[in-house]
């Protein structure tokens, strides 16, 4: 079928009232009727660019070339686009050459955190929290493949069937993960988590209602007096985000190492290394992993070592940096509570391949850590600080912890909002005294009870 009958068919099933027969067509099929014509003009663009200087190719400058030759190929098929039409097809020729296709409208859409691509027909974004159509789709699975390929590939990256999965980050620093057949079954699957071209600081984490001024400023003087900290959460609870918010109270006069499998965390300070895992290439070798990064930053004068997250046996590495004179150091872990935290670091350190007695393996935990920050995603989609706990050493064969500040849920509106308040538990931690030394006075009543 031509593309003149294909859109004049078009037409008549979107002037004609709907019937099951023709909403199973649009639903099966959902062919975007002017794909032919748009590729073409896609395919004719790229040709014109072959033939000039495209190193500073701009959406500005592209503009003109895309309308002539869309308003060309229009001509000689005896096409009129609709105004809205036609602005739409030279939108997207621009995205598909210079940007992600599709997804880049969501990319930058600030109201947008998160985009889920599960294969090319079903996009889904998370909004405020909650997960919404994402009201776009793809071609097919060589489109998805393509945008995919795209993402990693200026970063080094593959992703083929002898390796069909991949972590990559996109210029903003947005995380990207990947996954295709054979190990996904829906077609090539692609995650972006966003990240606010503007790192959001502590006033915007009180604004969101993810803790209190006063839990703020007790985080500022733990990171200040170089206490050890880990933000533990489940995924997508905004661990990564919690992380690069306290890790802006580290002073700008230390020199601070960044471990990460894909660079994402965007610190103020200038006195800022980043390092980033490397894969293993076609023949299987020259993997770099995190815990070989953070054994080579202990040689490089840390004063302070952020890794993005431990899962693995780098937690032995890190734990022991912690105990051997890097005091300050920040990381980040998937677990739901705090306890759930100690059990899970002592599962990666046993991961480290090391045989030690699960009391030893306490005992550097217990010495390590200072504070476990405890940051959930609740069920309206809202993210909360729930736990302030201090670490406080070893009791029997037990690791002690005391919250300091908790979130308490009371319940949920008609709305379906949590409900809650932040409080203090009362009780002052016992590292005060460092707290002070390090010069870092906090009120008397910041700990009271109210």
Not at 103 to 128: A, C, F, H, W
Not at 343 to 351: F, G, I, P, Q, Y
Request: one cysteine or more; aromatic letters at 4%.
């Amino acid at each position: 079928m031509s593309l003149l009958k294909r859109l004049e068919k078009e037409k008549i099933l979107q002037s004609e009232e709907p019937t099951n027969e023709s909403r199973t067509i649009r639903s099966t099929s959902q062919i975007d009727p002017w794909r032919e014509f748009k590729s073409t003009v896609h395919h004719e663009v790229i040709q014109a660019l072959d033939k000039i200087n495209t190193q500073d190719l701009t959406s500005e400058t592209l503009h003109p070339l895309v309308e002539h030759t869309l308003d060309a190929r229009a001509d000689a098929l005896g096409l009129t686009p609709p105004r809205m039409e036609r602005q739409r097809l030279v939108k997207e020729v621009i995205d598909e050459i210079l940007g992600f296709g599709p997804i880049e409208s969501l990319l930058q859409d600030p109201t947008v955190n998160e985009i889920m691509v599960n294969g090319p027909r079903q996009v889904y974004v998370e909004r405020k929290g909650k997960l919404e159509p994402a009201g776009v789709t793809f071609y097919d699975d060589a489109h998805v493949l393509h945008i995919i390929e795209k993402i990693v590939a200026p970063l080094g990256r593959r992703i083929d069937e002898s390796q069909p999965m991949v972590d990559a980050r996109l210029p903003d620093g947005s995380r990207v993960n990947a996954i295709i057949p054979p190990l996904a079954l829906n077609g090539p699957i692609l995650t972006i988590r966003k990240f606010s071209k503007i790192p959001f600081g502590i006033s915007n984490l009180v604004n969101f209602g993810t803790l209190t001024i006063e839990m703020g400023e007790f985080t500022n003087a733990c990171v200040k007096a170089r206490l050890n900290i880990i933000v533990s959460g489940g995924t997508g609870s905004g661990k990564t985000t919690t992380l690069g918010v306290i890790s802006a109270f580290i002073p700008e006069d230390e020199r601070i190492i960044t471990i990460e499998d894909a660079a994402e965390l965007q610190l103020r300070q200038t006195h800022v290394v980043t390092l980033e895992t490397r894969p293993a290439n076609i023949e299987g070798k020259g993997a770099v992993n995190i815990r070989d990064l953070v054994r080579n930053a202990l040689r490089m004068r840390p004063e302070r070592i952020i890794v993005g997250e431990v899962r693995s046996g780098e937690a032995l590495d890190m734990l022991q940096a912690m105990n051997t004179g890097h005091d300050g150091s920040l990381t980040t872990g998937h677990a739901n509570t705090p306890r759930d935290m100690l059990s899970r670091l002592e599962t990666m350190v046993l991961m480290a391949g090391m045989d030690l007695p699960v009391r030893a393996i306490r005992e550097q935990i217990s010495s390590a850590l200072d504070v476990i920050i405890q940051q959930s995603r609740l069920r309206d989609g809202s993210r909360k600080i729930t736990h302030i706990t201090e670490v406080l050493g070893m009791e029997g064969d037990v690791i002690v912890l005391q919250d300091i500040f908790r979130f308490e849920q009371t319940g949920i509106d008609k709305q379906g909002k949590v409900q809650g308040h932040f409080r203090a538990t009362g009780i002052r931690p016992h590292f005060i005294d460092k707290l002070i030394a390090a010069g870092q006075i906090l009120p008397e009543d910041l700990f009271l009870n109210n």
